[in-house]
């Protein structure tokens, strides 16, 4: 290791920042989470955060291996939250096998995270159909392409 990689590792022990934009205040949330869910959205799409519907979404592998991705949120209902995936996806398999997942949000421009942990469930193929094609030609191919949209 050099000199400046040595100089850059440890720096990281001195990045600080301090957060004290909002505090959460329990009884001032709304009782229903997904409506507070939607109320904090809300409040990151008002913030012009990039990309506020953009979440972590974490899986386990078969072998008990977790992994890690983003993916964009579509709609968030009285079911939960929805996203779209390829079912021949790694994330896709990893579901079927354990239909258990979770989810952070992070919304720095509010100083903000949600955690998000369930069961997940497959949309019915007449919803997952309509998203599909509800997206731009171009989306449309470059899904039917991957293994990853």
């Known amino acids: 290791m050099n000199d400046v990689t040595k100089k850059n ?7 600080r920042s301090d957060y004290r934009l909002a505090e959460f205040d329990e009884s001032c949330a ?3 989470p997904i409506a507070q869910f939607r109320h904090w959205l809300d409040e990151a799409i008002a913030s012009e ?3 506020p519907t953009a979440t ?3 899986t386990v592998s078969a072998e008990g291996a977790p992994s890690v991705r ?5 709609g968030v209902d009285v079911r ?3 996203f779209f995936t390829n079912y021949d996806s790694r994330k896709g398999h990893e579901l079927a096998d354990n239909p258990r997942a979770a989810l952070v949000f992070y919304w720095a421009e509010l100083e903000r995270q949600v955690r998000i942990e369930g069961a997940v469930e497959q949309v019915s193929p007449a919803e997952s159909d309509a998203y599909f094609h509800s997206r731009p030609l171009g989306s449309q191919l470059g899904a039917a392409a991957s293994h990853q949209s």
């Open 9 to 15: 590792v440890t720096d990281l022990a001195h990045i």
């Open 30 to 32: 709304d009782a229903d």
């Open 49 to 51: 955060a990039l990309e």
């Open 56 to 58: 972590a979404l974490a």
């Open 70 to 74: 983003m993916v964009l949120i579509k």
């Open 80 to 82: 939960g939250f929805v």
